[in-house]
């Protein structure tokens, strides 16, 4: 049968993906990783090789093939707050952080505990590189190797090495070295997507900061997403430029003024680098990032998410990537 591996119902493409296995018959099940959190009831048997919620039992043994679309990790703020109490002093804060510490690797450490029952089926991605196995520098690395071209960047802790690189490349900007993030407390919130940096900021950093990405800001005419399966690719253009709220990361979405969204073909030569490069990284499928810059309409690849949005690309392009994602899962079973 067919495994499929996601969080809870909120997960559309999960969703629409078992509406396609559901009309045509197809033999699964579905996990869902909150199922598996301190406060559910749940067994793993590695003896008799089998995993047990309350609502469903999975045998290893009859799953041929798993996609792995989602999983949850989930804080323990809950358990903290049973030991939690006003007017803590050092010792005790001290202790609470390194308990909570000491939880939160118990508690995410559990899932490769689940997937490694089925560690012998085939898993659409790789579980361990959808879950944080593969590092965005390296796989830049990799792309340059392949011939395929990447925005040229830098990390670093001094203000004289971006200094000259500003001098040397022109416009930059920075972003997070391995995952964006948006952090709110209160009313305010810390955006950490991508970001162009002026001279000013620049000038204004200290000798010595925090440990920094910098690349070349790519004047791009429009940007790609591309999802992946297996040898099929479909790519659709996010015209993001024409929106200053979107220019620099179209995740900064404008709802009231969405941008375009068209189907797009990538060049067959560009197409082929990529097939070889996710081979290489052992990626069967997964959403790519790149930018077409403006006048040369060169190709820039960005990042490779090894589940990333699909929904997104489906809908707008009249793709019907779920049909597709469930043929191939009913096809390896």
């Given amino acids: 049968m067919i495994l499929i591996v996601s969080h809870d119902s909120i997960d559309e493409p999960t969703n629409d993906v078992i509406d396609w296995l559901q009309l045509n018959n197809a033999n699964f099940q579905r ?9 559910k009831e749940f067994n793993i048997n590695y003896d008799e090789a089998y995993i047990e919620t309350k609502e469903l039992k999975v045998k290893s043994d009859h799953v041929n ?25 050092e010792e005790e804060r001290y202790f609470l952080g390194a308990y909570n510490a000491y939880l939160m690797n118990e508690v995410n450490g559990l899932p490769r505990g689940v997937f490694n029952l089925f560690r012998d089926k085939k898993w659409i991605p790789d579980y361990g590189l959808a879950r944080g196995g593969l590092n965005k520098l390296e796989t830049l690395q990799l792309a340059k190797s392949q ?4 925005p040229k960047l830098i990390i670093t802790t001094s203000k004289k090495e971006v200094t000259a690189f500003y ?16 952090l709110s407390l209160r009313e305010e919130k810390l955006d950490l997507l991508t970001k162009v940096i002026s ?16 690349q070349k800001k790519i004047e791009k005419a429009f940007e790609l997403r591309t999802f992946f399966i297996e040898e099929e690719y479909y790519s659709m253009a996010i015209f993001s430029q024409n929106d200053d709220s979107t220019s620099v990361d179209f995740r900064n979405y404008n709802s009231r003024k969405p941008n ?14 990529l097939r070889k490069m996710m081979k290489v990284l052992g990626l069967t499928t997964g959403s790519i990032d790149i930018l077409v810059e403006k006048g040369t309409q060169k190709f820039y690849f960005l990042e490779v998410n090894p589940v990333g949005q699909l929904g997104m690309v489906s809908d707008n392009c009249n793709y ?14």
Avoid at 147 to 150: E, K, M, T
Avoid at 320 to 333: G, M, P, Q, S, Y
């Fill in 320 to 333: 019907c990537l779920e049909k597709i994602i469930a043929e191939k899962l009913i096809h390896h079973d």
């Fill in 65 to 89: 093939v798993i996609w792995y679309r989602r999983w949850i990790n989930r804080s323990v703020n809950s358990i903290r707050k049973q030991f939690d109490r006003n007017n803590l002093d």
């Fill in 199 to 214: 001279e000013k900021e620049i000038e204004e950093l200290p000798a010595t900061f925090f440990p920094t990405l910098f």
């Fill in 31 to 39: 996990i869902n990783g909150d199922d598996f959190y301190y406060d």
């Fill in 260 to 273: 375009r969204y068209v189907p797009f073909q990538l060049p067959k030569s560009e197409e082929d680098k």
């Fill in 167 to 182: 001098k040397k490349e022109g416009n930059l900007i920075t972003k997070s070295i391995i995952d964006a993030d948006l």
């Fill in 147 to 150: 011939g395929i071209l990447v």
